[in-house]
């Protein structure tokens, strides 16, 4: 991703606080990339969970498509924790109609410095980090 992309995340995460900030990762179908990184608001509002604003989600999606593009993760913040799948972020990223390659990023805020990690979760729950590289 580019730096700006990763900044836009924590700022996100940051805008957010002390609830958890969220928003969509958009790439190429298929990619790993991230072409443009979406502010979505926490319909939650909790700084224990998140759930993305529907109408912003589908908007952003749509957009993505008429660009030739695709929603390839998300990012959401942890306010308490580290920058580490919880229980209940393995059980939403194991949900039928979410795409098996998605990229779950995390900002952990809990140190009171930015800690931002990508994972992979798979069907059955196992969860893989993956490295994240920056574009300057």
């Known amino acids: 991703m580019d730096r700006l992309h990763w900044l836009q995340m924590l700022a996100a995460a940051w805008d957010a606080y002390p609830l958890e900030g969220c928003g969509l990762l958009i790439g190429a179908p298929g990619g790993g990339r991230v072409e443009r990184f979406v502010t979505i608001d926490n319909e939650a509002g909790s700084s224990r969970i998140y759930r993305l604003d529907g ?5 952003a999606a749509l957009d993505a498509d008429d660009e030739g593009l695709d929603v390839i993760g998300v990012m959401h913040s ?5 920058a ?5 972020d393995v059980a939403e990223a194991t949900k039928p109609l979410v795409p098996p390659d998605w990229h779950w990023v995390i900002v952990s805020l809990a140190w009171g410095f930015p800690e ?3 994972f992979r979760i798979d069907a059955g729950g196992g969860i893989h980090e ?3 590289g920056l574009s300057i």
């Open 116 to 118: 931002l990690h990508s």
């Open 130 to 132: 993956e490295p994240v």
């Open 84 to 88: 580490y799948p919880s229980p209940t």
């Open 55 to 59: 109408n912003q989600y589908a908007r």
């Open 78 to 82: 942890h306010t308490h924790t580290a």
